[in-house]
T-cell receptor
């Protein structure tokens, strides 16, 4: 079975500061990893994903995540956050079993303060 | 990105009645749709996986007779909460995947908040 753990339920940070949102997963098979973001009053949308190849993946708005197989982690980072990054961030995992379903972590609320 | 529409966005019903929630992929054909339930300050809990033209696959602990899922076409899946009770009150979210396999992006509806009185 697959599972995802997001260690921080809330992360407050000042604007222009760096941030890291932590995500650990467990799986008995090869995994594909995703970060989804939910802005206030909107549905979830894909931020970035790791399928294969380079372990460092980037989004168009400056976020990056690194797949670390030995530590079973997929932490999300941004060197300098903006007020507009305030949102709920969900880490997710899918694999080649169980109907290709996607399992989500509990979410981390990033709150960027001026 | 692709658009998934959920309707209604919120509904209030009396205990014992049934409620139907629709999930439509507006600009793509969804081979697979997923239904999630989200409790306050908690994760999205996968309820079932729905493939067009076949029976839904329910997760352990989800009552298939209570949460009826139909995926009659490549653009529409419905979730019917039968004989709803207050403990069924929750935020229900659907998502759709255009491609088969585990690597495709999920496109989400904006959710439906169900309140059972």
């Amino acid at each position: 079975a697959q599972s995802v753990t997001q260690l921080d339920s809330q992360v407050p940070v000042f604007e222009e500061a760096p941030v890291e949102l932590r995500c650990n997963y467990s799986s008995s098979v090869s995994v594909y990893l995703f970060w989804y973001v939910q802005y206030p009053n909107q549905g979830l949308q894909l931020l970035l994903k790791y399928l294969s190849g380079s372990t460092l993946v980037e989004s168009i708005n400056g976020f990056e995540a690194e797949f670390n197989k030995s530590q079973t982690s997929f932490h999300l980072r941004k060197p300098s956050v903006h007020i507009s990054d305030t949102a709920e961030y969900f880490c997710a995992v899918s694999g080649n079993t169980g109907g290709f379903k996607t399992i989500f972590g509990a979410g981390t609320r990033l709150f960027v303060k001026a | 990105g692709a658009v998934v529409s959920q309707h209604p966005s919120w509904v209030i019903c009396k205990s014992g009645t049934s409620v139907k929630i629709e999930c439509r992929s507006l600009d793509f054909q969804a081979t697979t749709m997923f239904w999630y339930r989200q409790f306050p300050k908690q994760s999205l809990m996968l309820m079932a996986t729905s493939n067009e033209g076949s029976k839904a696959t329910y997760e352990q602990g989800v009552e298939k007779d209570k949460f009826l899922i139909n995926h009659a076409s490549l653009t529409l899946s419905t979730l019917t909460v039968t004989s709803a009770h207050p403990e069924d009150s929750s935020f229900y979210i659907c998502s759709a995947r255009a491609t088969g396999g585990p690597t495709g992006e999920l496109f989400f509806g904006e959710g439906s908040r169900l309140t059972v009185l």
